[in-house]
């Protein structure tokens, strides 16, 4: 795409957030186009799933791995899970949750904000999950999609927004929602290869207060970094017991993840039977050791060492000693960490941009359940 291609509104993130606020704010009576520029494969942003090239038929969702809901107070959250609930778009996660002490016994009491208050899961993938958020109100077909597309640049000229993505395709918009904030944070300047955060650029400071507070909080926002390992086994491999639901997760207090450096295993079953495994960490030591490793074959045969080491004996898993492949993501859109940015900055009129995600001070902040709410206020707001 060489033209300017020109929409009323560009959202920058394909996200549950930016998937919640395009279906809402059409619901809410938006008539106009609306591009979502994604630089991923797909939707769902760091709720997501793997279709693997190399291992045809396997689909695991290696991100966010359920929809968590601990706040119920907030009638926008409340009536946007009932809806999904009543299209059948997602149900109550009836899975097994358990927790490894510091003696690797297992307690069914799980402490941990990704899995306490209603936990639900998609009926299909989490990654189906955003576009059939966006299929339930997107009747006249008002979104565009633009995947595999990189913003690395933006200008505000003539009441307008221009963004530039890394290939040189131009987009033009009388709004701007980024839904991520890669544009607005320091992180921007090695990801991008830029030399300049692109918002700051477009926006110099002390130009509009908004712009310059939500500048500056997020540079004291930080991440946690994420490193996932998906395992494809073979046909062999099942749980010891007769454990049928799609789900099954194992999680690590405290000072068992500094122990093996894991933070969670999560189990997921296939229609065909086939059991993956999606192993989550967030320790820095183990992403580094990855990064630094000449053999990622050792790296491997490490991590599987760990989790033979974790599920010794255990009554419910088996040890893993074939498996067909394994694959590693390592996240850019990492949790974020430190203090939420008020809502009060969510919208700079005066610039005709927006801002939502799970990085707002709401409750949920950092996980789905603020991206979604984030999401619902913004079209609230916008309306």
Same mark, same amino acid.
């Given at each position: 795409?060489?033209? *300017? ?6 959202? @920058? ?47 695991l /969702?290696h ?6 809901i ?12 009932r809806?999904?609930l ?7 996660d ?7 002490? /510091? ?19 998609t009926s ?23 995947f595999?597309? *990189? ?11 221009i ?28 990801? *991008? %290869? ?8 477009a ?5 509009d ?9 997020? /540079? ?12 494809y ?44 495994? @999606?192993?989550h960490?967030?320790? @820095? ?12 074959e ?6 599987i *060492? ?9 009554? %419910? ?17 990492s ?10 900055l969510?919208?700079?009129?005066k ?33």
């Amino acid at each position: 795409m060489n033209n *300017l291609s020109s929409y009323d509104i560009a959202i @920058v993130g394909g996200g549950i957030s930016s998937s919640v606020f395009a279906s809402r704010h059409i619901k809410n009576g938006f008539k106009g186009k609306i591009a979502i520029i994604e630089y991923g494969r797909n939707l769902g942003g760091r709720a997501s799933t793997r279709y693997s090239f190399s291992n045809k038929g396997w689909q695991l /969702d290696h991100g966010s791995p359920n929809l968590n809901i601990k706040n119920y107070s907030n009638n926008l959250t409340k009536k946007f899970i009932r809806e999904l609930l009543d299209k059948d778009i997602i149900q109550s996660d009836t899975s097994e949750y358990y927790e490894f002490n /510091d003696e690797n016994n297992l307690n069914l009491k799980v402490n941990s904000d990704f899995h306490s208050g209603k936990n639900y899961i998609t009926s299909s993938t989490m990654s189906e999950l955003s576009q059939k958020i966006i299929s339930t109100h997107n009747i006249n077909n008002q979104i565009d999609y633009f995947f595999e597309t *990189l913003i690395v640049k933006l200008e505000f000229r003539n009441n307008k927004w221009i963004l530039t993505s890394k290939n040189g395709s131009k987009f033009i918009s009388k709004f701007l929602v980024c839904s991520s904030n890669l544009l607005l944070h320091k992180r921007s300047l090695d990801i *991008l %290869h830029v030399n300049q955060i692109p918002l700051r650029k477009a926006i110099p400071i002390k130009k509009d207060k908004i712009i310059d507070n939500i500048i500056k909080l997020l /540079d004291e926002q930080s991440y946690l970094p994420r490193m996932t390992f998906l395992i494809y086994t073979n046909h062999n491999y099942d749980f010891k017991d007769s454990y049928k639901k799609k789900y099954r997760y194992f999680l690590l207090n405290k000072s068992h993840e500094q122990k093996f450096k894991i933070e969670r295993i999560i189990f997921q079953k296939h229609i065909d039977s086939k059991l993956g495994i @999606v192993i989550h960490t967030r320790s @820095v030591d183990l992403i580094k050791e990855f990064s630094n490793s000449e053999n990622h074959e050792i790296f491997k045969a490490n991590l599987i *060492l760990q989790f033979n080491k974790l599920f010794h004996q255990n009554k %419910h898993i088996n040890k893993l000693f074939d498996y067909k492949d394994i694959s590693i993501m390592r996240w850019n859109a990492s949790q974020p960490y430190g203090a939420g940015i008020p809502e009060n900055l969510q919208v700079c009129k005066k610039y005709n941009i927006a801002f939502c995600g799970d990085w707002f001070a709401n409750e949920g902040f950092g996980r789905v359940e603020g991206a979604i709410l984030s999401a619902l206020k913004l079209s609230e707001k916008l309306i």
